[in-house]
């Protein structure tokens, strides 16, 4: 009987995960450039996947790679104070619905690069770049983009201007709960669907990631490098031409990506001789620290890219008194992967 019930537990699990694999191709090169391309379908879907914001007469650009279900009322904010202060950007949101693993954003790497490609050329006076990446889906974007700079045009003019990265509740080992509760909120934000819904796709979904994590354990145990391969953070860790300053901004509130993955993270990039500063915000949640503190986090950012130079390592604990706009605005409902 018990032989019985964990047989059929198995291939329920096993049905599951196939089942998934085959309803979710990795997305193509070709279907990656159409959806770039495509701003209607990708407004419609309230992504608006890449955007060039430029400042006339400005030599700093800033990159952003929106988290998962990102939407660009959301992520337009942090462009906006940085265009204020004089320094142009370029948004650009991978959307999670053709997300399967770590190797389905590389298809969209070529899409970035020749986007920025055509920036640059246009705009000759850019000779600084930044990256502000948010949650692990804009991570994964530049664990892939870095992990393939060297094979892509030009690559030079993008690694030689680029100075620096902030990481916005980023990076982390996300698990398999994790990764389910992330993307079913996501995808299935609550003020369009009931929470049975959600939940009933978060289950699939564990089972999904739980059955993934287990096959790339066993496949572990035969194959060298595997994690590096299939997980955004061990690419991550991989990769040894980063920028050489980084910004880090995290808080135990985090419930999506722990902050003792992102500090394990940074430590290790401190003893490579990477120059690192970390924002610890002990109470406001994932991707939400903007808004929790407006006026720290914008000094952080603006500071570290308008000079070059870290800000001191901080802590802070109290939220910041806010306008009544800031009170009354768009609160991602997204809780961000």
Not at 19 to 34: C, I, Q, R, T, Y
Not at 41 to 65: D, I, M, Y
Not at 115 to 122: A, D
Not at 254 to 273: H, W
């Amino acid at each position: 009987m018990l032989v019985e019930a964990v047989a059929g537990l198995v291939a329920a699990f096993a049905l599951t995960y196939l089942g998934l694999a085959m309803a979710l191709p990795e997305v193509s090169d070709k279907e990656a450039k159409e959806y770039i391309a495509d701003k209607k379908a990708s407004k419609k879907a309230g992504h608006e996947a890449a955007l060039k914001e430029v400042v006339p007469g400005s030599k700093t650009l800033v990159v952003l790679f929106g988290w998962a279900g990102c939407r660009d009322r959301y992520l337009s904010k942090y462009a906006q104070y940085y265009q204020e202060a004089g320094i142009s950007t370029i948004r650009f949101t991978v959307p999670i619905s053709r997300i399967r693993g770590f190797n389905s954003y590389y298809p969209f790497v070529v899409s970035f690069h020749t986007m920025l490609l055509e920036l640059l050329r246009e705009h000759s006076e850019i000779s600084t770049i930044y990256f502000h990446v948010f949650s692990m889906n804009g991570c994964s974007l530049l664990a892939a983009y870095w992990d393939q700079i060297k094979t892509l045009e030009e690559s030079d003019q993008v690694e030689s201007k680029s100075r620096g990265l902030i990481f916005d509740s980023c990076p982390a080992f996300i698990s398999p709960a994790q990764s389910a509760h992330a993307i079913s909120f996501a995808t299935l934000p609550p003020s369009h669907f009931h929470g049975a819904i959600r939940g009933t796709y978060r289950a699939v979904l564990y089972t999904y990631f739980s059955i993934q994590s287990g096959v790339l354990w066993l496949r572990a145990l035969l194959e060298e490098g595997i994690y590096e391969k299939c997980y955004a953070y061990f690419k991550m860790i991989s990769l040894e031409n980063l920028p050489k300053k980084q910004l880090f901004i995290y808080g135990p509130a985090d419930l999506v990506c722990s902050e003792e993955s992102i500090i394990e993270f940074a430590t290790l990039m401190e003893k490579r001789g990477v120059s690192i500063s970390k924002c610890r915000l002990l109470d406001s949640l994932h991707c939400q620290h903007l808004r929790s503190h407006p006026v720290t986090y914008t000094r952080e950012c603006l500071d570290f890219v308008k000079s070059g130079n870290l800000p001191a390592n901080r802590s802070r604990v109290p939220l910041e008194e806010t306008s009544e706009d800031a009170k009354s605005a768009d609160v991602p409902e997204e809780l961000a992967y």
